[in-house]
């Protein structure tokens, strides 16, 4: 008997030891670096970082990062410092801030040149202490709460932690807070944010500003400040209006047809038989389901229709039945065109965007990409061109 191996590595690509259709999943690299230089032209004056926590939003910060630096990002955002320090193997010198603050031991972090966002008293003070431990200035951030009441430091705290850090051998990198409402541009609690933000930077004068992330761009110029953290608009599918930034996709799913049926009316598919054929049909069972971050309410549940639709050839097909743990069904009885096991559908790419799926799972773009799985092929295209 032959035993096949498959190897499944950090940033969940997998190495196939057999030629197996399964999802492909493409990146596409040119479009992530026109999108940073057109997020970066929107920025004004402003320097544009990255956030890269997630592993890239699920994208895989080895392929990721090196496209962004050469694009020009000199800083990037993480969330932990596990993920701090597998971003400094790859970027050696350019500014790491850890969002989820001083979580680990802060010698170590120095030892990397490793940022934490410190968002309490006790996180500002043990950092003061290591500064005097090792008599020098090491690089973090002081992040406050500006209303959105999850992480940072409270409004009373602002000016004690200002003086102590002036009497102190720590002077910050960066002062930092978080908009909750970007997305949605009208919204009061922005401008609330912002003038908040604006009292407390004048307790650390001379220290780099950043308030806006992706949302915070299109807000105005006057959340810009100095640095902005660039997220989900990097890859060209947000929830909210960017104008004329005129981003691009990056991210295409398509996956493989493994078998079409013919189903008489009456008949049901799936689980549950929540699908009733109403006409004599076609269908076609594809190779992804919930194992594979397909959530499972956009199938057919408690009476409700599937939501979701698929592309094949351009043409839009409904997705029907319940959704399984590795497979999918699509009616592709109105399809114009050849079917065949094998042939690739469109689940996410020009035709079925990310945003759009999203919004049918009553979800976020940030979370259809950080729930995509272990299963795909990953394919990073680097180029239109030949």
Same mark, same amino acid.
Request: a negative charge; one cysteine or more; aromatic letters at 6%.
């Given at each position: 008997?032959?035993?096949?191996?498959?190897?499944?590595?950090?940033?969940?690509?997998?190495?196939?030891?057999?030629?197996?259709?399964?999802?492909?999943?493409?990146?596409?690299?040119?479009?992530?670096?026109?999108?940073?230089?057109?997020?970066?032209?929107?920025?004004?004056?402003?320097?544009?970082?990255?956030?890269?926590?997630?592993?890239?939003?699920?994208?895989?910060?080895?392929?990721?990062?090196?496209?962004?630096?050469?694009?020009?990002?000199?800083?990037?955002?993480?969330?932990?410092?596990?993920?701090?320090?597998?971003?400094?193997?790859?970027?050696?010198?350019?500014?790491?801030?850890?969002?989820?603050?001083?979580?680990?031991?802060?010698?170590?972090?120095?030892?990397?040149?490793?940022?934490?966002?410190?968002?309490?008293?006790?996180?500002?003070?043990?950092?003061?202490?290591?500064?005097?431990?090792?008599?020098?200035?090491?690089?973090?951030? =002081?992040?406050?709460?500006? &209303?959105?009441? #999850?992480?940072?430091?409270?409004?009373? $705290?602002? /000016?004690?932690? +200002? @003086?102590?850090?002036?009497?102190?051998?720590?002077?910050?990198?960066?002062?930092?807070?978080?908009?909750?409402?970007?997305?949605?541009?009208?919204?009061?609690?922005?401008?609330?944010?912002?003038?908040?933000?604006?009292?407390?930077?004048?307790?650390?004068?001379?220290?780099?500003?950043?308030?806006?992330?992706?949302?915070?761009?299109?807000?105005?110029?006057?959340?810009?400040?100095?640095?902005?953290?660039?997220?989900?608009?990097?890859?060209?599918?947000?929830?909210?209006?960017?104008?004329?930034?005129?981003?691009?996709?990056?991210?295409?799913?398509?996956?493989?047809?493994?078998?079409?049926?013919?189903?008489?009316?009456?008949?049901?598919?799936?689980?549950?038989?929540?699908?009733?054929?109403?006409?004599?049909?076609?269908?076609?069972?594809?190779? =992804?389901?919930?194992?594979? &971050?397909?959530? #499972?309410?956009?199938?057919?549940?408690? $009476?409700? /229709?599937?939501? +979701? @639709?698929?592309?094949?050839?351009?043409?839009?097909?409904?997705?029907?039945?319940?959704?399984?743990?590795?497979?999918?069904?699509?009616?592709?009885?109105?399809?114009?065109?050849?079917?065949?096991?094998?042939?690739?559908?469109?689940?996410?790419?020009?035709?079925?965007?990310?945003?759009?799926?999203?919004?049918?799972?009553?979800?976020?773009?940030?979370?259809?990409?950080?729930?995509?799985?272990?299963?795909?092929?990953?394919?990073?295209?680097?180029?239109?061109?030949?």
């Amino acid at each position: 008997m032959v035993t096949r191996t498959v190897i499944l590595t950090n940033n969940s690509q997998t190495t196939f030891s057999v030629n197996e259709l399964c999802p492909t999943l493409t990146i596409d690299l040119a479009a992530l670096s026109h999108n940073y230089k057109a997020l970066l032209k929107k920025s004004g004056v402003a320097k544009l970082a990255t956030v890269v926590k997630a592993d890239a939003y699920g994208l895989g910060i080895d392929n990721i990062v090196p496209v962004l630096e050469a694009a020009g990002c000199e800083c990037f955002f993480v969330a932990t410092g596990s993920e701090a320090n597998a971003l400094r193997q790859i970027t050696v010198d350019n500014d790491i801030y850890i969002m989820n603050g001083l979580t680990c031991d802060g010698e170590e972090l120095a030892d990397k040149k490793l940022a934490p966002c410190l968002a309490s008293a006790e996180e500002v003070s043990k950092w003061i202490m290591l500064c005097e431990e090792r008599n020098s200035n090491l690089p973090a951030a =002081i992040h406050i709460d500006t &209303g959105f009441n #999850r992480l940072g430091i409270c409004p009373d $705290d602002w /000016p004690e932690i +200002a @003086n102590q850090i002036k009497a102190s051998l720590f002077t910050p990198q960066l002062i930092m807070s978080h908009l909750a409402c970007s997305e949605t541009k009208e919204h009061p609690k922005n401008r609330s944010q912002l003038e908040k933000f604006e009292a407390a930077r004048l307790l650390f004068p001379d220290v780099t500003a950043s308030l806006a992330n992706s949302g915070g761009i299109f807000l105005g110029n006057d959340f810009h400040f100095d640095l902005i953290r660039a997220g989900i608009g990097l890859y060209g599918s947000v929830e909210f209006n960017t104008g004329d930034a005129q981003l691009q996709n990056v991210l295409s799913l398509h996956v493989p047809i493994l078998q079409i049926r013919n189903v008489k009316k009456g008949e049901t598919v799936g689980y549950g038989c929540d699908f009733i054929a109403h006409r004599d049909s076609q269908v076609a069972v594809i190779g =992804i389901g919930y194992a594979d &971050g397909i959530f #499972r309410h956009l199938g057919d549940l408690e $009476d409700k /229709p599937a939501s +979701a @639709n698929v592309a094949l050839e351009g043409q839009i097909l409904p997705l029907i039945g319940r959704i399984s743990m590795d497979l999918t069904t699509i009616d592709v009885t109105d399809f114009e065109g050849t079917l065949e096991k094998g042939k690739k559908v469109e689940l996410i790419g020009d035709n079925i965007k990310l945003a759009d799926v999203a919004q049918r799972a009553n979800s976020i773009s940030y979370e259809i990409l950080t729930r995509l799985g272990t299963r795909f092929k990953r394919y990073y295209k680097q180029s239109d061109k030949p």
